[in-house]
């Protein structure tokens, strides 16, 4: 299953993507881009 996960590189995601894969699903990142602040 495609499972996309908002916050993945915080608390809970860093945890949850890494199980998530290791169950064989694929996993879609979505991110901030930080380089547009302001």
Same mark, same amino acid.
């Given at each position: 299953?495609? #499972? *996309? #996960? &908002?916050? &993945? &590189?915080?608390?809970?995601? &860093?945890? *949850?993507?890494p199980y998530l894969k290791s169950h064989g699903h694929t996993i879609l990142r979505l991110v901030r881009d930080h380089s547009q602040q302001g």
């Open positions: 299953m495609k #499972i *996309l #996960i &908002s916050g &993945s &590189s915080g608390f809970i995601g &860093s945890a *949850l993507v």
